[in-house]
């Protein structure tokens, strides 16, 4: 009985690591478990390679073990490639880093990352999962949700990445009914002091949204005054135009 509530605790702590709580802490206090139990679990869940640390911190994130588990997923890799050479052009278009994300139920993980000419050192986040509603990649995901589902995320208590993270159910509505009216979303040092962040939906030939794209860059020089709205455009362009069909009006 014991090694199956072992189990079951691992995998409450991984749901925790995956909604963006990490560090021992945090994770004992929203699992409701014995600090020394979630840190002989932490300890043994990063040995396997489920979790790793965050840098030289105390902190969590998923770890690589998992991805290997699942295996490549074909549709994923081919998404990829056919984003990432528009990720290279709004890269040198804008001269700062830009990305990918897809959703992954109530989180969204970086897919992929190019950096700019002039783009600051943020590290790699390919690979990563983070929680819906931190930073603009994840809000657009959220702006495509239906009410249930928004209803549900939105009844359970919310991390903060920074101090400025959007975390109260209303704003956050607010801020999802403004995307479904612009088709993009600016969040300035929500997910990490300093950096701001643009995203827009990227939509498959038939409609459904498959991710979001963005651009990120230092809060000071990102965006410049009276750029925000011009920028926010090129994001729109752009993510239109990953499966834009040809110019003739024909699939090839």
Do not use: N
């Amino acid at each position: 009985m014991s090694t199956v509530q072992s189990v079951e605790r691992a995998f409450t702590i991984l749901e925790y690591v995956s909604a963006g709580a990490s560090g021992v802490t945090e994770i004992a206090g929203q699992a409701q478990l014995p600090k020394s139990t979630v840190a002989r679990l932490l300890a043994t869940l990063e040995s396997l390679g489920a979790i790793a640390r965050v840098g030289d911190s105390s902190e969590y994130r998923l770890g690589p073990r998992l991805a290997e588990l699942v295996g490549p997923v074909d549709a994923t890799v081919q998404l990829i490639a056919a984003v990432r050479p528009h990720l290279e052009r709004l890269a040198l278009q804008l001269g700062e880093g830009t990305g990918f994300a897809v959703p992954s139920g109530s989180t969204v993980q970086v897919a992929s990352q190019v950096d700019g000419e002039h783009a600051v050192q943020v590290r790699d986040y390919s690979g990563e999962m983070f929680p819906a509603h931190v930073g603009a990649p994840g809000v657009c995901m959220m702006a495509e949700w239906s009410d249930a589902d928004l209803d549900r995320y939105l009844a359970r208590p919310l991390a903060g990445y920074t101090e400025h993270t959007v975390v109260h159910p209303q704003q956050i509505r607010e801020r999802i009914a403004l995307v479904r009216r612009d088709g993009s979303c600016w969040a300035h040092e929500e997910f990490a002091l300093g950096i701001s962040t643009v995203a827009a939906v990227v939509r498959g030939p038939k409609g459904r949204a498959l991710g979001s794209l963005y651009a990120h860059g230092p809060t000071y020089r990102f965006p410049g005054q009276g750029d925000a709205d011009w920028i926010a455009e090129q994001i729109r362009r752009t993510a239109q135009q990953v499966f834009a069909p040809p110019a003739d009006g024909g699939w090839h």
